[in-house]
């Protein structure tokens, strides 16, 4: 039940965090292309690299705990597959194939990027 908790409270905050990001992103580029959602992902694809680094250097004592509230738990309520789904099927119904190649691709290698980088920065930062 205590990780069930960890996992919930985890995911309202990431869940809130994405919907300012996103209300944000609106906001300040509209609703043209899905801002919100592609800089959720990469954000937590390198804030999830510097988990994992960190974890692995340092968070001996608690990891478990603490890779269920942040790792499943914020960060998984903060990014988005599904959102992602339902707006590249939006642009694929519309025919806006640039704009879909665009951010499917930055979707999955700009994300992969973050997260390589975050895992290297936590390497610099937590091995030593």
């Known amino acids: 039940m205590y990780n069930l908790l960890l996992v919930a ?21 509209g609703p043209g292309f899905p801002v919100g959602t592609l800089s959720a992902n990469i954000i937590g694809s390198a804030l999830m690299g510097l988990l994992v ?22 960060l998984g309520g903060f990014t988005t597959f599904s959102a992602f789904s ?8 519309k025919k806006a194939y640039g704009p879909l190649f665009a951010y ?3 979707s999955l290698f ?19």
Do not use: D, P, T, Y
Request: charged share 10%; proline share 0%.
């Open 53 to 74: 680094g960190w974890l692995a250097f340092k968070g001996a004592g608690n990891g478990q705990s603490l890779r269920l509230f942040f790792g499943v738990g914020v």
């Open 9 to 29: 409270l985890g995911g309202a905050i990431g869940a809130s965090g994405r919907h300012i990001l996103s209300g944000l992103s609106l906001r300040l580029f």
């Open 104 to 106: 499917v691709s930055a």
């Open 110 to 128: 700009v994300s992969l990027a973050a997260l390589a980088l975050g895992l290297w920065l936590s390497r610099l930062i937590f091995s030593s």
């Open 86 to 93: 339902l707006e590249s099927f939006s642009m694929l119904e």
